[in-house]
Structure formats: structure tokens, C-alpha cells
């Protein structure tokens, strides 16, 4: 069996996992810098323990040593991911993880790491939750309905609620505005510029443009320069998004970002079972051409983080138990289009 670990095990979503994990059957490692969170964990799952800080390189080498898959969970991720992937590089373990964050993708399929892992034929790839497989696998669906294509929008139209971790990577991204990919290149715009109606899958709903992970991983899978993402909005909520441009300095500024995590870890616990039971998604994607001819798919699946649990350790699994080609990936590229027909609460894609 595939000696394997989770990485920041005790959080909010990577407790969900391991928990699953071993529902399935499945031995992972439990892993992250705080012991005595660890300990009563893997205590009740009766699991073994790995406790390293991620800011000391050599250490993350020394407790990497000897694991062949690593399922990290830890993030926000712009500070967590980079050493993480270094130490996998370095001890020669698959690297997966359940980011959102556009800088994380494009650090994971940057050159210098992709070619790294083909050397090594190591598999990096990041997004392997919610965010970003569902939109992904609709990006390369609308790929092969429109091979030309040459513009792409992804989004979804959910109630999920928000973890501690989502809730704080929001607000790592305040002070920057949207982000879009623009010609190939991304590139940040003002906040509630972009807004229109959209059904995602339960009827018309106004939506604006937001900075979601798929301007950077949707052209990895797809090649398709022109990327934009999207999320229902009142039309009062886009004036007021347009409104926070002006505050962007202040949003970005240190402390703000300090005490409104702070604030996070004491008010935001992630939604329970019942809610995570109770509240599908509705996941949509368009693509067009330079004719002007439009495809658009659409896909109702499970809950973002019931998806994330089971999307993550289907990804996993599939790892341990198949053999591919060492690089940088985006989920569909490793499993496909279909990959998200096949996960629980998932329907199928409806084509127009
Ligand atoms: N792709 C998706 O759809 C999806 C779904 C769910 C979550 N996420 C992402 O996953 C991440 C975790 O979310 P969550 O709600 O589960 O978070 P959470 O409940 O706040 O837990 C975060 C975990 O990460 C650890 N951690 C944070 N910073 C660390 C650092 N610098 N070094 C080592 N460990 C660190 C924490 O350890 P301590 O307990 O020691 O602080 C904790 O175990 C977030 O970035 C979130 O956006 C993505």
C-alpha cells in the first residue's frame, strides 16, 4: 500500500478527509505543526502522526522522507504550497492540494516545477477540491465541443457556506480586485465591472465576475486565452463591490488582513453535516468562438466541501493506483472531462 500523508489534517476540511479516508479503508499519515491537535485525531482514528513546521526546509525533507503521495491541506495556500511542493520534488512524492488561489496554480505548472516533476515522474496538482474540479472539467468539456474557442467563463451558483481556510483566502484576495485572463496573461481589473445575468443551473440569476482559481488552471487544461469566472450577486451588492475598488489599499494593508483572520477563527466554523448534505451546486461554463457560436455546459453536483472530500481522495486513489507521466497538472487533464460525472451527488452535464 502507498505509504501517504495529509497535510494540515486537522483542520476544518482536511479533518473531513481523513475522516473519509478512513471510511474507505485507506491509512493516510496525519500531518501538521500543531501536536496535540494531531494526537487526539489520530487517536480516535488510530492513525500515526507527523508534526513539522513548513517554514524550515530541511525538517519539511526529513518527515517527507519515505512518503509517495503527499494530500496537502493546509492554506491558505500562498504561503503553505511552495515548500510543500519543494519537499515532495525533493524526496520524490506526488503532490496534490485542494487550493483555490490563481498564484498557487501558476507557481504548481511554472516551468521550473513542471519540468522537475517529468524528470522525476512526480505528479504536481493543485485545485483537487471544489475549486477547482468541477468548473475545470466543464473548461475541457467546452474544449472538445468548441476546439476553436477562444474565450471561456466558468462559475457556480452555491450555498456551501464557508470554512475558516475559504473564509480567510477571500481575504487574502480583498485588496486585489478581479482577476482575469486576458490574451493569455493575467491580469487584475477593477471589482463589479464585469456583471451580467447568467443561469448556472436554477434559473437566471444577476452575477458578477470575481477572481476564482480557473484563470489560471482552465487555460492549463484548455489553451484558451481569454478566461473569466463568475458568481451570483444582487445588482446592489456589484455597486457596493464597486465601491470597495476605492478601498483596496486599506483591504491589502497587514493589519486589516491580521484582525479580520483573527476575527475568522473565532466566528467561522464551516458548515455541518446537515447543511453540507442539504445544499447542492450548480456549476456552469460558456465558451465562444470567433464566430461568434456559443456552447454552454452545465452540472449539478454535491456540496463544495462534501465535492472537495470526495474529489480529493478519488484523485488520490487514482494515484496510487495508476501510473502516469511526471508534470504539472489541473484535475481534468489527469482524470478527464467525465471525472466529474462519476463523483457523488454529481448529475450529468447538460449541453445546449
Ligand atoms: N478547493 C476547494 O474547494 C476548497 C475546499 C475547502 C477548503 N479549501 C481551502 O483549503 C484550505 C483550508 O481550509 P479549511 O477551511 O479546512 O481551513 P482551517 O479549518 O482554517 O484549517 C487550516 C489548516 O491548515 C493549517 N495551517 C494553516 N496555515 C499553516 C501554515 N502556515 N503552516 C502549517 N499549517 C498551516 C492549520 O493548522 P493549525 O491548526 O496548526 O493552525 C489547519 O490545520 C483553505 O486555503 C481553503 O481555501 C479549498
Redesign the pocket.
Known sequence: MMSWMIY?A?????ELIAREAVRLGLQPVLA???RD?LERLAAELNLTICVF??HYPAAVVDALEGVELVLH?????S??SAPMIEGCLSVGAHYLD???EASVFEHCHAQQQAERAKEKGLVLCS?V???VIPTDCIALKLKQLLPDATHLSLGFDTSSGL????A??AIEGLGLGNLERIDGKLVYTAMGKKHREIDFGRGKRYAMAIPWGDVSSAYYTTGIANIDTWFPMRKSRVRGAQIINLLKPVLASRWLQALLKKLVDKQVK?PDDAARHRLPSYVWGEARNAEGRRVTVRIKTAN??SL?VDGALAIAQWLMHNTVAGGSYTPAMLLGAHFIETLPGSGSFIID
Open positions: 494540515g486537522t483542520g476544518y476540511t482536511g501538521g505543526r500543531s491537535k513546521d513548513l491541506c493546509a492554506g491558505p495556500f504561503s503553505t485542494i487550493s483555490g485545485g477540491g471544489f475549486d470554512s475558516p481556510g475559504t480567510k483566502t464551516g463544495g466541501y472537495t
